[in-house]
Each structure stands twice: as structure tokens, then as C-alpha cells.
């Protein structure tokens, strides 16, 4: 089975129709690890497409926040993460609404490997370096696991208790393979669709070939200025739009 695994995808609807059509023919089944919505400027299309193709989906912290479910996680959030969350409130329909809500809480195990919004133990937790990454495989109920919340493509390998850095996929090339090594355990994160923050401004995805054992990484250009201008068309914070355009 080939998986097209998607995060972060933050109502950033140019960047997903991009990477659907790179991707297409490519995979049999779609899988989200949360943040449908949050930052971007088209909720309801990301929400409503994720609805129809996503065979599992789990919750993430922006899906929380902007539908009511966690009103301490908003608390947490900083100005412009709220303003975008009390916007995509009011915008989502109420029948996306509905779905986002009730997305379930990570981890999810999919046919022998695991989806997680931020960490094993926590779905709301940041792993952001091998010492959290360490401390996360401790967690871990199969050698494999996907997650997101960073927007930093790449992850970690667990090799002989060692915690080796997957390497991002370099600026000038769209994509690179990594095979599973059966005596390693490895998180994986996809990058993120909708709001990349590792310095590269591409929407990025993965497709896992769970025949194979490969994972392979994706990197693509789309239309950056149409999700600037629909972010700036429904009044949330310029910033949103800027960092579209750097990556960060
Ligand atoms: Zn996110």
C-alpha cells in the first residue's frame, strides 16, 4: 500500500490542490496528521477535501482550537494564532465545523505503524530535536510512527540508541528517498503542506510504500502570491501571508 501522508495543512488550499497534483497516481490512500485548519485562508475547501479522501485523520492543535474543542489551548496561543482561530471559527461551515471538532485524538495505529500530531506521549508536544526525539521513542508502540506540528520535514532514527537527524531534502531538488531499516525505529515527519517553517518555502508531503519500505520525501513550488492574497482578502494578519513567501 502506498500512503500519501499529509500535515500542517493550515486552510492553505493553493498549496494542497499542488501537491494533490503532483502526487496524483502516486498513492492509494491518504492519511492527515492534523492542523486542517488555522493560519491559511480557506478552511472550508482544505476541510472539505480532507473529509472526502482522508481514510484516518488526527486531531491537531489548531483543529482544537478553532472549533471550540480546547478553549485553554487558546489561551496559550499568540495574538495572531488566536485572531486566525477566532476567524476560522466564524468562517468554517458548520458541517466542517462538525468533522473538525470531532477528529480523534492521536496516536492512531494504521496497519503497523503510527499517526501523531506532535509526540507519542502528547499530542500537543513539539519534537524538535534528538533529545526530545529520544525521549519521544520511549513512547513509541511500533518502530515507525509519522508526525507533524513542527512544519520541519524530516524526523529521526533510532539507530542502536543512538537518535541520528533524517536530513531535509536540499533546496534545488524535489525529492529524495529513505528506506526503512527493519533493525531502526524512525518518526517521520511529512513538513508541512500549508505553512512550511524549516527555511524552504515549498509544500511538502511524503508518500510511504509500506511494500518497499520506502519513504519517500516531497518538495514543490505553488502559487505562494493566491494563498498571500486570499489570507489578506479575509482580513487575517499580514504576517500570515509574509511568512508564506520565506518558509519560516
Ligand atoms: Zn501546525
Redesign the pocket.
Known sequence: MRYLIL??L?ANWHALEAVLQDAAGHYDQALCL??LV??GGDPNEVVEWVRANCATVVR???DKASTGVDEEELEWFNPVARQAALWTFAALRPENAAYVSGLPQGPIAVNGFQLV?GSPFDEDEYVLNPEEAGQAFGYMESRLAFF??T?VQGGFIWNHSRVEVIPRTPLRIGSQEMTIDPECAYMVNPG?VG?PRDGDPRAAYIVYDSETAVVTFHRLTYNVARAQERIRQVGLPDILADRLSVGR
Open positions: 500535515s500542517d493550515h492534523g492542523d488555522g493560519y491537531g492543535n489548531h500530531h507533524g506540528h512544519h508541512s505553512q
